[in-house]
T-cell receptor, first 114, second 114 residues
């Protein structure tokens, strides 16, 4: 099956710093990638839809200036958490669309902000 | 609008006994429905999907689900639980058509006792 990777898998940072998370589709091209956030023992909440070469579409309530998304190529999307604070600590998961209604998920990135 | 409700937050079964994880959905059009499994510290894995073909869908690892339009349900079953089935399970419905979005249920934790 299609493989999606995320890097890093785990990151700890100080409050006020920015963190970049990469999402790559390793063996297929993905015009659309999605970013989710998952709090402990909770479900996945869609943050934004990222389309290659265009601006991301953010879900209601998600701060676009805080969560910067770039989808510069068909195999790479990045999520940058700017000026991170402890409440941004979470599990961030990306997925890449491999076709209609088919998404392949990355393993996730655990962000801890001290 | 589309939504999905997983009726049990936690299910506990003994190894070798049947598994039933319940899911109800709401959709203003004919949806695609999915079940994903999430093992600790691992990415989401697709178990099976329904896309308006056969109502009984067979997935990986012996799991299957039946789409019942009259009951708006898509329950996941397995005849005999294995210890390795212990994980978090998510029922997912497709979002508005042509967006590729997925809407996740709250998740059901499956515990398998020896």
């Amino acid at each position: 099956g299609a493989v999606v990777s995320q890097h890093p898998s785990w990151v700890i940072c100080k409050s006020g710093t920015s963190v970049k998370i990469e999402c790559r589709s390793l063996d297929f091209q993905a015009t659309t990638m999605f970013w989710y956030r998952q709090f402990p023992k909770q479900s996945l909440m869609l943050m934004a839809t990222s389309n290659e070469g265009s601006k991301a579409t953010y879900e209601q309530g998600v701060e676009k200036d805080k969560f910067l998304i770039n989808h510069a190529s068909l195999t790479l999307s990045t999520l940058t958490v700017t000026s991170a604070h402890p409440e941004d600590s979470s599990f961030y998961i990306c997925s890449a669309a491999g076709g209609l209604n088919e998404q392949f998920f990355g393993p996730g990135t655990r962000l801890t902000v001290l | 609008a589309q939504s999905v409700t997983q009726l049990d937050s936690h299910v506990s079964v003994s190894e070798g006994t049947p598994v039933l994880l319940r899911c109800n959905y709401s959709s203003s059009y004919s949806p695609s429905l999915f079940w994903y499994v999430q093992h600790p510290n691992k990415g989401l894995q697709l178990l099976l999907k329904y896309t308006s073909a056969a109502t009984l869908v067979k997935g990986i690892n012996g799991f299957e689900a039946e789409f019942k339009k009259s009951e708006t349900s898509f329950h996941l079953t397995k005849p005999s639980a294995h210890m390795s089935d212990a994980a978090e399970y998510f029922c997912v419905v497709s979002g508005p058509s042509n967006t590729g979005k997925l809407i996740f249920g709250q998740g059901t934790t499956l515990q398998v006792k020896p």
